[in-house]
Each structure stands twice: as structure tokens, then as C-alpha cells.
């Protein structure tokens, strides 16, 4: 599996010192707020449950599966709804923890779901944001990195379900994608 990848972006423990810094930040911010933090399925899963763990202040924790990618690399434009939430929204303070903004899509979808279901506030945190490709508006409030616009594996990041159980994220190599 990792001489699948052409070039390691971020190494365990650069991920692991971002992750520290922004939990810091995190705990700052949402003192007092007992914040609902949802965790988008499933690429966040392991950002999520490392950078709870950062996070010093009571909080409660849910998990949402959307998907709009499939199998490839491309962006359907549907952002379709798996599992919802199992705890309500209304008057919470809000933090959606992602792996990755590339489109926008998935998030614009979600904040604007949850401003309609009254939620008190919406915050986003991603460990990875692809500004270039963005096609909505939405701007998260706590990034671990910007990337390149490359397609991106690892660490809950997949290609066609594989590659997330790797501990880094990566460059696929291009033989990969073409089979
Ligand atoms: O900004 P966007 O263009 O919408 O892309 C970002 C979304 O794409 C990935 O999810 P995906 O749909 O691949 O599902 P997964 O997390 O289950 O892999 C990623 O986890 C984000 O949720
Ligand atoms: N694995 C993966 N999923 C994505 N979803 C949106 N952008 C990406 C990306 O670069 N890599």
C-alpha cells in the first residue's frame, strides 16, 4: 500500500502538532459552550477522535455520513445524507469537524441544513483545505492545512475506499488511477 504513494504531504507528527495547536485554539473558543461536534463520515473519523482528545472543555459527540464523491476522484454535486444525526441541533453550538474542503459542497450543504434547524452557531474545523477548487462560498474557522489541488489519501482520506488506514496523507502516484 505506501509504494502506492508518490510524495508524503504531512507525516504523522506534523498532523499530530496541528492537531494539538488547533485543539488548543478549540478550547479557547468554546469554553462554557458544551459545543455538539459532528463528526462528517467518513474521512474525519480519525481527525475527529485525535483532536477531541485535544480538546479541554465538555463537549458531546455525533457522527453524520454525506457523500457526494462514490468511487473516483471527481465531485458528483449531490451531497447525499446516509446517516443523519441522532441528537438535535436546535440552540447548539456547532462544530463539524472534516478531513478535507476541496468543492465546498458537502459543507455549504450541511451548515446551511443545520442554520435551518436552528442551531445556535456553526463552526467548521478541517485538517485539510483545498482553496482552489472551491465552487461555494464557505470559509472554515480552524484549518490544519492548505493543500495543493491534488487528489489526497490517507488518514481517513480514501481513493475508491482504500488508503485510509494509512497514518500520513498523501500523493497517489498517477499509474494508480489509471489501473
Ligand atoms: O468539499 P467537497 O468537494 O464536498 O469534498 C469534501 C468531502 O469529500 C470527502 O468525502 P466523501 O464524499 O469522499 O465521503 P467519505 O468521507 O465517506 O470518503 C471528504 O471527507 C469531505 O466530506
Ligand atoms: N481522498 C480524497 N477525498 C476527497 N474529497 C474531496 N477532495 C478529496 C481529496 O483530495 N482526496
Known sequence: MNNDIKEV???KEQIA??????????????????????????GAVMFTTDIIREID????????????????TESSGEVKIIKDLDTSVTGRDVLIVEDIIDTGRTLQRLVELFKH?????????????KPERRVEGVKPDYVGFEVPNEFVV??????????RNLGYVGILKPEVYEG
Not at 21 to 30: E, N, P, S, V, Y
Not at 57 to 72: P, Q, R
Not at 117 to 129: F, G, H, Y
Open 9 to 11: 504531504l504531512y507525516s
Open 17 to 42: 502538532e496541528v492537531t494539538k495547536k488547533l485543539g488548543k485554539q478549540i478550547t479557547k473558543d468554546f469554553e462554557g459552550k458544551n459545543p455538539l461536534v459532528v463528526c462528517v463520515l467518513k
Open 57 to 72: 472543555t465538555y463537549l458531546e459527540l455525533d457522527f453524520m455520513d454525506v457523500s457526494s464523491y462514490g468511487e473516483g
Open 117 to 129: 434547524r436552528n442551531a445556535k452557531s456553526v463552526k467548521i474545523c478541517t485538517l485539510l483545505d
Open 154 to 163: 490517507g488518514y481517513g482520506l480514501d481513493f475508491a475506499g482504500r488508503y
